[in-house]
């Protein structure tokens, strides 16, 4: 098994919908959760950052951690099409371990 | 703003030749990574460095080799650049603190070997 899971997609919606991102992960060790943004041909941006379990919500979007299940999500609100990008989720246990571990990411198109 | 610069963002060298990707980090960021991302494959990790002279090996270290001789500066070496090292190449930083485990990227060199 994978330590972490995403589904790679192609995710393709329309302007002003919301848009449900996943990661599903085996490492129970992992605390530190973070979604990252990629245009094409461009480097990887955070763009979320969660510590633990629970709900983190910044303008349109929203990260959910649930621990007890091994299940990330990001939620994008009235998507436009700038949000068009590969959506990477990474996550790590902290302490001295610098590595993340990244799903493979999730590309998505908002269409106008 | 934690700025990340690589060297170049197009590169065409020939089967052989020994290629240097640059890496340069202006937020005296301890920790530093090296990844390649291929389609279907994600980012996968080729050598990181915790410190100044201090290098390990990642996920794919084969046919690569790094050199960190200054705290902001990361250098990726491909001794002999080989077809299958074709790829998006990305530098990464982040700070050694507690809760700080966020990396930030560079912009990413593309590399073809012919």
């Known amino acids: 098994q994978k330590e972490v899971e995403q589904d790679p997609g192609p995710l393709s919606v329309p302007e002003g919908a919301i848009v449900s991102l996943n990661c599903t992960y085996s490492?129970?060790?992992?605390?530190?959760f973070m979604w990252y943004r990629q245009y094409s041909r461009k480097g990887p941006e955070l763009l979320m950052y969660?510590?633990?379990?629970g709900n983190k919500e910044d303008g349109r979007f929203t990260a959910q951690v649930d621990k007890s299940s091994k299940y990330i999500s990001l939620f994008i609100r009235d998507s436009q099409p700038s949000d068009s990008a590969t959506y990477l989720c990474?996550?790590?246990?902290?302490?001295?371990?610098?590595?993340?571990?990244f799903g493979k990411g999730t590309l998505l198109t908002v269409n106008p | 703003d934690v700025k990340v610069t690589q060297s170049s963002r197009y590169l065409v060298k020939r089967t052989g030749e020994k290629v240097f990707l640059e890496c340069v980090q202006d937020?005296?960021?301890?920790?530093m990574f090296w990844y390649r991302q291929d389609p279907g494959l994600g980012l996968r990790l080729i050598y990181f460095?915790?410190?100044?002279?201090?290098?390990e090996k990642g996920d794919i270290p084969e046919g690569y080799s790094v050199s960190r001789e200054k705290k902001e500066r990361f250098s990726l070496i491909l001794e002999s650049a080989s077809t299958n090292q074709t790829s998006m190449y990305l530098c990464?930083?982040?700070?050694?603190?507690?809760?700080?485990?966020?990396?930030?990227f560079g912009p990413g060199t593309r590399l073809t070997v012919l």
């Open positions: 990464a930083s982040t700070p050694r603190a507690a809760g700080k485990d966020t990396q930030y």
């Open positions: 490492n129970s060790a992992f605390q530190y």
């Open positions: 969660t510590y633990s379990s």
């Open positions: 990474a996550m790590n246990s902290g302490g001295s371990n610098y590595k993340l571990t």
């Open positions: 937020m005296d960021h301890e920790n």
């Open positions: 460095s915790y410190d100044v002279k201090m290098k």
